[in-house]
């Protein structure tokens, strides 16, 4: 079950082995919960499209102050045309557009009034002054500026307000295509099956059909609803669409997490990375269609970290596996600079902040720097050919971007204005200022800020430092043995593998649930990625689903 925005709830099996179901409610508290889940999902859609329409006048106004921009910018050089030919009459007449803005102009409640086209071109009487329009311009081109800021700092209220609207923890699920090698690989257990084709069809964008159906039993169909689906034939970008607004709020403060879950050769690696990242290291830039979602975040981090080159962000980035329970670590090189898979351990610090011990953590000023990092490491990652899938990852991968940046304009005390959804309905709170690191420190766990939740409101003054973590991960499939054929030490690492995803989803059961203990600690990966799991971040699942009968 899983905590939806408004505390609406969703059943979501997730077909993985032997996994056991999530428990169910009695009938009359079901009936009840319904309700009160209609009733906020009512709420959480009036307030939602209430935003919308915030979101869309003040897009709409920031449009008018760019088109004023450009008007103004382009009438400076004829000014400065203007310069050896007008002769200097100043006059102490304030020009029109310092004049102090009528109180009922529709702009007035949100600041400065911007000078409009006309009131620009009024402003160069016959025999006016060449450098008096020049200096007023740039005057004028100041305000105009600080009036974009404005704007783009409230869009940006407005974009997260919108996130945190709809929840912090969103399940998608992909269906992936049959393809060729499907019925190639076919395991033992396969073998007795009489159906072959697609089981899995998408209903629609939140509803998946699955037909059940076991030797000898009568086909059942179920149905299961996510946050979004997407069918065989959509494109990585439309998947990479829906991540995007949440690498806009990683910029902002918060954490994030996004990570693929699902049954083996159902596409999971293809989803977060794309094909064969490890020979190519799908570089952020070109025409990339089959790029996954990592390296599309990677481009799309420091595009945006681009626009506001004021907030000297630094980012850097560290890439481990959970593989059989150990965290290795796929950056680390030995005293001879040759990469070593060290194994670490997740510490607490004192803050109640999961670490990992020794961690190499690479600084990294672009996204090529970033995706050549991350090919590197996964040419260490561990993967095996199974009966299902050829190119099986057996190990976690986790993927850390860390960011420490001046804090954004956008600050908490923003979100406190009286246009914020209620308390109730808000999501994470981004992340008190981080205390300033030293430049060229070493950039060693010990470093980080601590977390503090909850601590953020109003403290975000424009001289503090955000620091907030993008968590990317590509776990490792839940398997069948029966079908996929493992043995010996690979039997091993799927009975590890599906262990630790079931101790996945009871993490994921309690917090929904809102369970007084969470159980973290039942395994590395949950351990490791507690601060993630926890309700302090955004997190994003896209499920992954085969279509066809060969993972049932
Ligand atoms: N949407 C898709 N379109 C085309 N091919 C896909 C798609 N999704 C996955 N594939 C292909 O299916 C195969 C299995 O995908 P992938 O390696 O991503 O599975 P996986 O879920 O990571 O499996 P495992 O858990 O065993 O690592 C790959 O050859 C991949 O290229
Ligand atoms: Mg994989």
Redesign the pocket.
């Known amino acids: 079950m899983i905590k939806k925005s408004g505390g609406e709830t969703t059943q979501v099996h997730v077909q993985c082995g032997d996994q056991k179901p999530l428990q169910r409610p009695g009938p009359l508290a079901a009936s009840r919960l319904r309700l009160v889940a209609q009733r906020l999902k009512r709420d959480v859609e009036v307030l939602h499209s209430w935003s919308l329409g915030l979101f869309r006048r003040y897009q709409d106004a920031q449009r008018d102050c760019l088109s004023e921009i450009v008007t103004a910018v382009q009438r400076a050089p004829l000014c400065h045309e203007a310069l050896p030919r007008k002769t200097v009459a100043l006059t102490d007449k304030e020009p029109v557009w310092f004049q102090s803005p009528s109180p009922l102009t529709p702009r007035a409640e949100a600041g400065p009034r911007w000078p409009s086209a006309s009131t620009l071109r009024r402003c160069r009487p016959e025999g006016a002054a060449g450098p008096l329009e020049a200096g007023c311009l740039e005057r004028s081109l100041q305000e105009m500026t600080e009036r974009y800021q404005q704007e783009r700092r409230e869009r940006r209220r407005l974009h997260n307000t919108l996130v945190e609207l709809r929840g912090s923890i969103r399940v998608h699920c992909r269906l992936?295509?049959v393809?060729p090698f499907d019925d190639e690989f076919r395991g033992p257990g396969s073998q007795n099956s009489p159906v072959s084709g697609a089981v899995a069809h998408a209903l629609d964008d939140e509803t998946i059909l699955v037909e059940c159906s076991r030797p000898g039993r009568p086909l059942i169909n179920k149905t299961y609803t996510f946050e979004r689906v997407y069918g065989?034939a959509e494109s990585q970008r439309a998947v990479f669409e829906d991540v995007c607004p949440l690498l806009t709020s990683f910029l902002d403060g918060y954490d994030v997490c996004i990570m693929a879950y699902?049954q083996?050769?159902?596409?999971?690696?293809?989803?977060m990375l794309g094909?064969r990242p490890e020979q190519d290291p799908a570089l952020p830039s070109g025409p990339h269609g089959h790029l996954g979602i990592i390296p599309r975040a990677a481009g799309e981090v420091f595009r945006l970290l681009a626009e506001n080159p004021s907030r000297r962000p630094e980012v850097d980035v560290s890439v481990v596996e959970v593989y059989n329970n150990d965290i290795c670590d796929l950056l680390a090189k030995d005293s001879c600079a040759v990469v070593s898979r060290a194994k670490c351990q997740v510490l607490t610090t004192t803050e109640g902040r999961k670490e990992v011990s020794g961690l190499t953590r690479e600084s990294v000023q672009s996204a090529v720097e970033l995706m050549t990092l991350v090919a590197a490491a996964l040419r260490l990652r561990t993967k095996q050919a199974t009966a299902v899938?050829a190119?099986?990852?057996r190990s976690h991968l986790v993927i850390t971007v860390t960011l420490t940046a001046a804090a954004s304009s956008c600050s908490t005390a923003d979100r406190q204005s009286d246009q914020s959804p209620p308390a109730e309905l808000r999501g994470p709170t981004p992340r008190r200022p981080a205390p300033g690191r030293r430049p060229g420190a070493a950039r060693t766990v010990s470093s980080v800020s601590p977390r503090t939740r909850g601590l953020g409101q109003g403290s975000q003054g424009p001289g503090g430092q955000v620091l907030s973590k993008l968590q990317l991960v590509?776990l490792?499939?839940s398997e069948c043995v029966g079908v996929s054929g493992v043995t010996g030490s690979a039997l091993r690492e799927t009975s590890l593998i599906n262990r630790s995803l079931a101790a996945l989803a009871d993490v994921l059961g309690a917090l929904s649930e809102g369970r007084g203990h969470i159980p973290y600690r039942n395994s590395t990966l949950t351990h490791f990625l507690q601060d993630a799991l926890g309700g302090d971040s955004w997190l994003l699942v896209p499920g992954?689903q085969v279509s066809s009968s060969k993972c049932r």
């Open positions: 992936r295509p393809l065989p699902g083996t050769g159902s596409g999971k690696s293809f989803t094909p899938h190119d099986s990852s590509d490792a499939g992954t």
